[in-house]
């Protein structure tokens, strides 16, 4: 981004660019920190995760009120409104991929006695992949790469096939034993929030592409989530 003459619009751009940083960094922490304690099913880290999901909170308040201010101060035009307009859209994303984590960790407390709960390997493979995505779309807006950008918007297809198949191996098991049903609802739940992170990242990489070219994205986005068509049938004894 060029400098302005008036160095104090520079600074706030730059406060403004620093807070989000922040945001998305403890957005990726209370992420990994939920798939971590999802996999240890520790209820301690689970409850920190809880408790720090009012400092993201507070950021997109914060942010959204420095953006609100630099336009009506400033009334920016063309890469500079998008630059704030961006701004805004991923602070919401990561808002709510900071509630979808805290989600993840409130399911720890339903699932944390010890029996069999096929498909914890399935959610934790989802949640890496996740992670993995959302720190590739962040250092996209960072490094304004649109193409890093797409890379991670074509991979979101990737989380919904997971998704999926863990839909699948959890009705099944459910239907086999109903003792587990139970754990298995808050594994699905879990599985449908780390689904929906996927998509805030995928909002996130479009954001991108839009900041780098001053366009929004006209392509189809590559879903391949079918769970809502999946046919469940029950034998008569």
Request: glycine share 4%; aromatic share 6%.
């Amino acid at each position: 981004m060029s400098e302005h003459i008036v160095k104090s619009y520079d600074e706030e751009f730059s406060a403004l660019h620093n807070k989000l940083a922040h945001m998305g960094g403890l957005a990726e922490e209370q992420l990994a920190s939920a798939i971590d304690a999802l996999d240890k099913r520790d209820t301690e880290l689970a409850q920190k995760i809880i408790d720090n999901d009012d400092k993201i909170d507070e950021l997109e308040r914060e942010i959204e009120e420095k953006a609100i201010l630099m336009i009506a101060k400033r009334q920016p035009v063309a890469v500079d409104l998008r630059e704030i307009v961006v701004a805004l859209r991923l602070a919401m994303d990561l808002e709510r991929i900071g509630d979808l984590a805290k989600n993840i960790a409130k399911r720890i407390f339903a699932i944390a006695e010890p029996r069999p709960t096929r498909g914890l390997a399935g959610l934790g493979q989802m949640g890496r992949l996740a992670l993995e995505q959302l720190k590739n779309v962040l250092d996209a807006y960072v490094q304004h790469d649109a193409d890093k950008a797409m890379e991670v918007w074509r991979s979101d297809e990737e989380i919904d096939s997971l998704y999926n198949a863990m839909f699948r191996e959890l009705l099944t098991y459910m239907m086999e034993d109903p003792r587990t049903i139970g754990a298995c609802t808050h594994l699905l739940f879990g599985a449908k929030n780390i689904e929906r992170i996927g998509d805030h990242t995928t909002n996130i990489a479009e954001n991108v592409y839009f900041l780098v070219h001053g366009e929004t994205l006209d392509d189809e986005r590559p879903k391949s989530d079918t769970t809502s068509m999946t046919h469940v049938s029950y034998s008569q004894d």
